[in-house]
């Protein structure tokens, strides 16, 4: 049954390999001087090779916003010598998204370290293979490609909304573009299997049913990856509906099977698979500019540089119904957290 967000599709591991073999993307055009730019894991693979995009972009300020900004020193050195036309300036700040107080101390550093914010792309992410808490309290996992990813989201809004009321920078190209909020999720949304559907339909509590170590055993140790990207797909729609996202671009993207660091956490075979059939992170990760260099539908999920429709079940009434939960569940943690979200929300 379809609803406000149509059918959605199914996407089988054997098509989505059919089409990894024969994708073409176009590499990104465009001048964004005068333009800022933000990259949460910038020092990964598809971090930094987004990076580089923003670089050969011409782009006047790239902020790397990491876990220790010292040692993202030496790519941002790296990163004026792979691309040595680049005369703009990179910045590093600290955030750690195992931390609430990380990111609202991050997001306070960045309003007061530059004047606008036209592209957020937040790119970072991890893959736990054993069963991880944050000192918040929450499975790794949840908290890093969920929770914080959806609270860093949220705080950013007022900084992209001050900036789309700023002048169109001269001389640029696109010339006339909104500022960007994207996330960074996954095909692998499209796989999360119907037993897990069923377990997460049945939670009372979704958010603390999925941080269980009950429910991790239940599930192969792939799933709860699997199923942080769904969820990332079910957030961007939500905020990009917000009336504090009207001014602000917002989508979701899959870089698809790339090589990248998150693979370092999935054992030596698995590392071995994806090395023969990734992709590299420069071509994956034109997708993320693609997709914030042109106009998009609000909320839309883009893979291979085209929008697609999220999975049948994130579609369907009981996947729909599921993201209103997590939304719910997701402010209360949110406004506990940081109580100065209520004001984006209230918007």
């Given at each position: 049954m379809?609803?406000?967000?149509?059918?959605?599709?199914?996407?089988?591991q054997?098509?989505?390999?059919?089409g990894?073999?024969?994708?073409?993307i176009?590499?990104?055009?465009g001048?964004?001087?005068?333009r800022?730019a933000?990259?949460t894991?910038?020092?990964?693979g598809?971090?930094?090779?987004?990076?580089?995009?923003?670089?050969?972009?011409?782009?006047?300020?790239?902020v790397?916003?990491?876990?220790?900004?010292?040692?993202?020193?030496?790519?941002?050195?790296?990163?004026?010598k792979?691309?040595?036309t680049?005369?703009?300036?990179v910045?590093t700040?600290?955030?750690?998204?195992?931390?609430?107080?990380?990111?609202?101390s991050?997001?306070?550093?960045?309003?007061?370290?530059v004047?606008?914010l036209?592209?957020?792309?937040?790119?970072?992410?991890?893959?736990?293979m054993?069963?991880?808490?944050?000192?918040?309290?929450?499975l790794?996992?949840?908290?890093?490609?969920?929770l914080?990813?959806?609270?860093?989201?949220?705080?950013?809004?007022?900084?992209?909304?001050?900036?789309?009321?700023?002048?169109?920078?001269?001389?640029?190209?696109?010339?006339?573009?909104?500022?960007?909020?994207?996330?960074?999720?996954?095909?692998?949304?499209?796989?999360?299997?119907p037993?897990?559907?069923k377990?997460?339909?049945?939670?009372?509590n979704?958010?603390?049913?999925?941080?269980?170590?009950e429910?991790?055993?239940?599930?192969?140790?792939d799933?709860i990856?699997?199923?942080?990207?769904?969820?990332?797909?079910?957030?961007?729609?939500?905020?990009?509906?917000?009336?504090?996202?009207?001014?602000?671009?917002?989508?979701?993207?899959s870089?698809?099977?790339?090589?990248?660091?998150?693979?370092?956490?999935?054992?030596p075979?698995?590392?071995w698979l994806?090395n023969?059939?990734?992709?590299?992170?420069?071509f994956?990760t034109?997708t993320y500019?693609?997709?914030?260099?042109?106009?998009?539908?609000?909320?839309?999920?883009?893979?291979?540089?085209?929008?697609?429709?999220?999975?049948?079940?994130?579609?369907?009434p009981?996947?729909?119904r599921?993201?209103d939960?997590?939304?719910?569940?997701?402010?209360?943690?949110?406004?506990?957290a940081?109580?100065?979200?209520?004001?984006?929300?209230?918007?």
């Open positions: 379809a609803t406000r967000y149509g059918s959605g599709q199914d996407y089988s054997l098509k989505f390999l059919k990894h073999l024969t994708a073409q176009d590499e990104p055009k001048d964004l001087r005068e800022v933000l990259i894991g910038a020092t990964s598809l971090g930094y090779a987004a990076a580089q995009h923003f670089a050969r972009l011409n782009t006047s300020t790239i790397f916003a990491v876990r220790n900004p010292t040692k993202a020193k030496s790519y941002v050195e790296q990163l004026y792979d691309v040595p680049y005369r703009g300036e910045k700040l600290a955030l750690d998204l195992t931390s609430f107080a990380s990111v609202r991050f997001v306070k550093e960045l309003d007061a370290a004047p606008r036209d592209f957020a792309l937040l790119n970072a992410g991890v893959i736990n054993e069963h991880v808490e944050t000192e918040d309290g929450w790794a996992d949840i908290q890093v490609n969920v914080s990813t959806g609270l860093l989201a949220l705080l950013l809004l007022p900084k992209l909304n001050a900036t789309a009321k700023l002048p169109q920078p001269t001389g640029g190209e696109p010339a006339d573009l909104k500022p960007q909020l994207h996330i960074v999720a996954s095909e692998v949304h499209y796989w999360v299997r037993a897990t559907q377990l997460m339909t049945d939670a009372d979704l958010l603390k049913t999925v941080c269980s170590r429910f991790r055993s239940k599930i192969p140790f799933e990856y699997n199923l942080t990207k769904l969820c990332d797909v079910w957030l961007t729609r939500k905020i990009g509906a917000l009336d504090a996202a009207k001014a602000v671009q917002v989508t979701c993207s870089p698809g099977l790339c090589k990248s660091g998150l693979r370092d956490s999935m054992g075979f698995a590392a994806i023969v059939l990734s992709w590299r992170s420069e994956g034109r500019l693609q997709a914030m260099l042109s106009p998009q539908p609000q909320g839309a999920f883009i893979f291979a540089g085209k929008v697609q429709p999220p999975s049948t079940f994130a579609c369907s009981e996947g729909v599921l993201e939960k997590l939304w719910d569940e997701s402010r209360q943690v949110w406004e506990e940081a109580p100065e979200v209520k004001e984006v929300l209230a918007v």
